[in-house]
């Protein structure tokens, strides 16, 4: 999937989980880039605030 960040803030991360089960977090800025996600594999999200977080999710599809 990929993420276009339209607000978040400096307490928020992604964790993509890897084969060992260990998780490696990652910040993504609102800073009109879109970033990929391989949703498919183990990952969270975690928001150490309370101000909310908004990401536009699009999915690629190769049937299409």
């Known amino acids: 999937r990929y993420h276009l960040v339209i607000k978040t803030n400096p307490f928020c991360y992604m964790?993509?989980?890897?084969?060992?089960?260990?998780?490696?977090?990652?910040?993504?800025?609102?800073?009109?880039?879109?970033?990929w996600v391989a949703t498919t594999e183990p990952h969270f999200v975690y928001n150490g605030s309370f101000q909310e977080r908004i990401h536009l999710v699009a999915c690629e599809t190769s049937w299409i």
């Not at 089960?21 to 609102?30: E, F, Q, S």
């Open 15 to 35: 964790f993509e989980v890897n084969s060992n089960n260990v998780p490696k977090g990652t910040h993504m800025p609102a800073d009109g880039y879109f970033y």
